[in-house]
């Protein structure tokens, strides 16, 4: 059973950047596709980005393209989130998950299997 963990969440100015990442305390990640989602109090969670197992494919949220790049390196079984030019909006409990398989079929949260415990980015302005 994978464990997954979250870090790298902090407290940013408007228009700065942060990398979180995504490791598993125990399992491998080699196989397995992972998203990145995130939740305000009082909202749904929200998929935001998902790479596939090979790092070949990603998939990017409307409202984070172009400024969110995910990224993995297999050999530190680690899937990274890189946010740019953050604003306010963006403040949210970040989270990593796994479906369980090798691709990005979805990024509905209730087909993930696998959760981190998440890490707090906030972006103040």
């Known amino acids: 059973q994978l464990q997954l963990v979250e870090s790298g969440g902090g407290l940013v100015q408007l228009g700065g950047s942060l990398r979180l990442s995504c490791g598993a305390s125990r399992g491998s990640l080699d196989n397995n596709a992972i998203a990145w989602f995130r939740q305000v109090p009082g909202k749904e969670r929200e998929g935001i980005s998902c790479?596939?197992?090979?790092?070949?494919?990603?998939d990017y949220a409307d409202s984070v393209k172009g400024r969110f790049t995910i990224s993995r390196d297999n050999a530190k079984n680690t899937v990274y989130l890189h946010l740019n030019s953050l604003r306010p909006e963006d403040t949210a409990t970040y989270y990593c998950?796994?479906?369980?398989?090798?691709?990005?079929?979805?990024?509905?949260?209730?087909?993930?299997?696998?959760w981190g415990q998440g890490t707090q980015v906030t972006v103040s302005s």
């Open positions: 790479i596939n197992s090979s790092g070949r494919r990603t």
């Open positions: 998950a796994t479906i369980g398989h090798s691709s990005c079929s979805t990024m509905r949260p209730s087909q993930y299997i696998y």
